[in-house]
Nanobody
Framework: QVQLVESGGGSVQPGGSLRLSCAAS????????IGWFRQSPGKKREAVSC????????YNDDSIEGRFSISLNNAKNAMTLQLSSLRPEDTGVYYC???????????????????????????WGQGTQVTVSS
């Protein structure tokens, strides 16, 4: 069983930075995507950023392009999201989630599908709060 444990998060002022980490274990294949999903107050959960363990390709939501950076250490199954130039609208609970890659699916398709619960087998962490406020 895949387990995901998040760390990081907290409260920062606008323009600040944070780092979120997700420690993963239990994968039975090296072909999976893993990423971050945000649940903001009054909004639906959205895909923020994902990365493929197979080829390193990433998907980033337009709202975070150029500000957030995702990376994956395959050897350690450790995934990190570096958040910079944070804005109040980045506030929310950030969840780490993962799924095995479906044949022929791109990283973007897998990430967006994961975010809207379209996949039969997916794995989620417990979430970590990020608050951006002055």
């Amino acid at each position: 069983q895949v387990q995901l444990v998040e760390s990081g998060g907290g409260s920062v002022q606008p323009g600040g930075s944070l780092r979120l980490s997700c420690a993963a274990s239990g994968f039975t294949s090296n072909d999976y995507i893993i990423g971050w999903f945000r649940q903001s107050p009054g909004k639906k959960r959205e895909a923020v950023s994902c990365i493929s363990s197979k080829d390193g390709r990433t998907y980033n939501d337009d709202s975070i392009e150029g500000r957030f950076s995702i990376s994956l250490n395959n050897a350690k199954n450790a995934m990190t999201l570096q958040l910079s130039s944070l804005r109040p609208e980045d506030t929310g609970v950030y969840y780490c989630a993962a799924a095995y890659i479906l044949e022929g699916a791109t990283t973007a398709v897998m990430c967006l599908s994961l975010g809207v619960d379209l996949l039969d087998d997916d794995y989620w962490g417990q979430g970590t709060q990020v608050t951006v406020s002055s």
